[in-house]
């Protein structure tokens, strides 16, 4: 029933514009749009042509809105199914109109995602290429935009089943060694045999994994705390990164109560920037809440970058700040470098590849941030070049991680001689988590949630 039923929907962002687009899809697309069409009859013209006319309501004869309708018949479409864009002129009226008519003549409201499922239930992709579309509309930057439209055309989908292949050639010779004991010893074949297969698909997988870290750290950016005491300079050194008075800036601690929130995109990478309260003990509710929201904060951030006042002698606050953030990624900002020194870091024992020397106000020094950024995340080497095979997505990375693990456990069973009906339901795990990337292991309520995370009309 799911797939007989023709749907629609608003393809492009509500409000004011020069065009607007209204899809529909299924087997009775282009009947009822040709219901509330005049112009040539849609159900006679070839198909990927585009016809000129109106639409009108049928029951009152009242022209809606002069249009373009873009007719595509099945299979050579989207959604494999028969499918109409109805090109309208933007605005809130005309589109809701236009989608209340043909809603009226029978069609159903399409659910978030809809149309990329179908494209998927229909086998025109896979599940990784249906992801990819969400990662081309929600790409930050141009690196971003061509590691998703590298997903969507399927360059990550071949990597992936070229590995799901080799496992289950490897499965094979494990059933013919099962189904004829005589064609080889268990041991010899394990050894001689599986083994190194095992190996290469591992060397592989772990190879995805590293590269995929850069992916992630492409599509979703780095989530950057700013800390430090009160008045050290943070909430302007967003400002001049965000080139913008995203922060209240004065010389009162505590100005800054809660996270202040910004992107920038810096060379490669985007950092989802986060400027927190100043950290000190304070018997002000609001800002003490603002102290504590900034320590969850540095917990949850990928990278810390922390503001040290040059002008003013090491604090207890600023030791602390160090300490805590000892194990994670960071970058201490010497401040207010346009002031007298009076700041020691000796103590800290810190390394000189952690230090960037800045004035926020003079609006010197941040050019080196990306350059220490990039060694940081292992960038420097990075080229727009190197992203088609790159992996990026989070289910994607975790099903890879448990299929790497799967075939290490294959390994392992294979030191330890055991039998190879036993090895084999770990490399079967392993085949089976790369299926779960493509959809061919993916359950329905998986499907349901991934899709339901698309915009109306995609």
Same mark, same amino acid.
């Given at each position: 029933?799911?797939?007989?039923?023709?749907?629609?929907?608003?393809?492009?962002?509500?409000?004011?514009?020069?065009?607007?687009?209204?899809?529909?899809?299924?087997?009775?697309?282009? /009947? @009822?749009?040709? %219901? *509330?069409? +005049?112009?040539?009859?849609?159900?006679? &013209?070839?198909?990927?042509?585009?016809? #000129?006319?109106?639409?009108?309501?049928?029951?009152?004869?009242?022209?809606?809105?002069?249009?373009?309708?873009?007719?595509?018949?099945?299979?050579?479409?989207?959604?494999?199914?028969?499918?109409?864009?109805?090109?309208?002129?933007?605005?809130?009226?005309?589109?809701?109109?236009?989608?209340?008519?043909?809603?009226?003549?029978?069609?159903?409201?399409?659910?978030?995602?809809?149309?990329?499922?179908?494209?998927?239930?229909?086998?025109?992709?896979?599940?990784?290429?249906?992801?990819?579309?969400?990662?081309?509309?929600?790409?930050?930057?141009?690196?971003?935009?061509?590691?998703?439209?590298?997903?969507?055309?399927?360059?990550?989908?071949?990597?992936?089943? /070229? @590995?799901?292949? %080799? *496992?289950? +050639?490897?499965?094979?010779?494990?059933? &013919?060694?099962?189904?004829?004991?005589? #064609?080889?010893?268990?041991?010899?074949?394990?050894?001689?045999?599986?083994?190194?297969?095992?190996?290469?698909?591992?060397?592989?997988?772990?190879?995805?994994?590293?590269?995929?870290?850069?992916?992630?750290?492409?599509?979703?950016?780095?989530?950057?705390?700013?800390?430090?005491?009160?008045?050290?300079?943070?909430?302007?050194?967003?400002?001049?990164?965000?080139?913008?008075?995203?922060?209240?800036?004065?010389?009162?601690?505590?100005?800054?109560?809660?996270?202040?929130?910004?992107?920038?995109?810096?060379?490669?990478?985007?950092?989802?920037?986060?400027?927190?309260?100043?950290?000190?003990?304070?018997?002000?509710?609001?800002?003490?809440?603002?102290?504590?929201?900034?320590?969850?904060?540095?917990?949850?951030?990928?990278?810390?970058?922390? &503001?040290?006042?040059?002008?003013?002698?090491?604090?207890?606050?600023?030791?602390?700040?160090?300490?805590?953030?000892?194990?994670?990624?960071?970058?201490?900002?010497?401040?207010?470098?346009?002031?007298?020194?009076?700041?020691?870091?000796?103590?800290?024992?810190?390394?000189?590849?952690?230090?960037?020397?800045?004035?926020?106000?003079?609006?010197?020094?941040?050019?080196?941030?990306?350059?220490?950024?990039?060694?940081?995340?292992?960038?420097?080497?990075?080229?727009?070049?190197?992203?088609?095979?790159?992996?990026?997505?989070?289910?994607?990375?975790?099903?890879?991680?448990?299929?790497?693990?799967?075939?290490?456990?294959?390994?392992?069973?294979?030191?330890?001689?055991?039998?190879?009906?036993?090895?084999?339901?770990?490399?079967?795990?392993?085949?089976?988590?790369?299926?779960?990337?493509?959809?061919?292991?993916?359950?329905?309520?998986?499907?349901?949630?991934?899709?339901?995370?698309?915009?109306?009309?995609?």
């Amino acid at each position: 029933m799911y797939l007989t039923e023709t749907i629609t929907a608003i393809a492009t962002a509500i409000g004011e514009s020069a065009i607007a687009i209204v899809r529909l899809s299924g087997p009775e697309a282009i /009947t @009822l749009a040709n %219901e *509330v069409f +005049t112009g040539k009859d849609l159900t006679t &013209v070839d198909s990927h042509t585009i016809q #000129y006319g109106h639409i009108k309501d049928p029951k009152t004869a009242t022209i809606i809105d002069e249009v373009l309708v873009s007719v595509f018949k099945a299979p050579r479409t989207f959604t494999m199914e028969d499918m109409v864009e109805i090109n309208c002129h933007g605005g809130k009226i005309a589109t809701q109109r236009i989608l209340r008519l043909l809603l009226a003549q029978g069609a159903r409201l399409a659910q978030p995602g809809e149309f990329t499922k179908r494209a998927f239930l229909n086998g025109r992709i896979d599940l990784a290429q249906a992801e990819a579309v969400m990662d081309v509309i929600h790409a930050k930057t141009e690196d971003a935009l061509k590691m998703a439209v590298s997903g969507v055309d399927g360059k990550v989908s071949q990597l992936i089943q /070229t @590995l799901r292949s %080799e *496992v289950l +050639t490897t499965l094979a010779n494990i059933e &013919v060694n099962i189904d004829y004991p005589e #064609y080889d010893d268990a041991i010899e074949m394990s050894n001689h045999i599986l083994k190194p297969r095992l190996e290469e698909v591992q060397v592989e997988l772990e190879k995805i994994l590293h590269q995929a870290q850069t992916g992630k750290i492409i599509r979703e950016g780095i989530a950057t705390a700013i800390v430090g005491r009160p008045n050290v300079g943070k909430s302007s050194l967003l400002n001049r990164l965000l080139q913008e008075e995203r922060a209240i800036v004065t010389d009162i601690a505590g100005t800054t109560r809660d996270t202040v929130e910004g992107t920038l995109r810096l060379g490669h990478i985007v950092l989802n920037l986060v400027d927190t309260a100043g950290i000190r003990e304070t018997a002000d509710v609001v800002e003490a809440i603002g102290v504590e929201k900034s320590r969850q904060m540095i917990e949850q951030a990928q990278l810390v970058l922390i &503001v040290l006042n040059n002008n003013e002698p090491l604090s207890d606050v600023d030791r602390e700040l160090v300490t805590m953030t000892a194990d994670k990624p960071r970058l201490v900002l010497i401040n207010k470098m346009d002031l007298t020194n009076q700041l020691d870091l000796t103590e800290l024992q810190l390394a000189e590849n952690e230090l960037v020397k800045i004035s926020a106000l003079e609006d010197w020094g941040l050019n080196q941030l990306e350059g220490r950024i990039q060694q940081l995340f292992d960038l420097a080497d990075f080229t727009s070049e190197a992203t088609e095979n790159f992996v990026s997505n989070v289910r994607h990375i975790g099903l890879i991680e448990q299929a790497s693990q799967s075939i290490q456990a294959a390994l392992e069973g294979i030191a330890l001689e055991m039998p190879v009906d036993l090895i084999t339901v770990d490399i079967q795990d392993a085949w089976q988590a790369l299926g779960e990337i493509l959809g061919e292991e993916a359950k329905t309520d998986l499907i349901d949630e991934l899709f339901s995370k698309f915009c109306l009309g995609k």
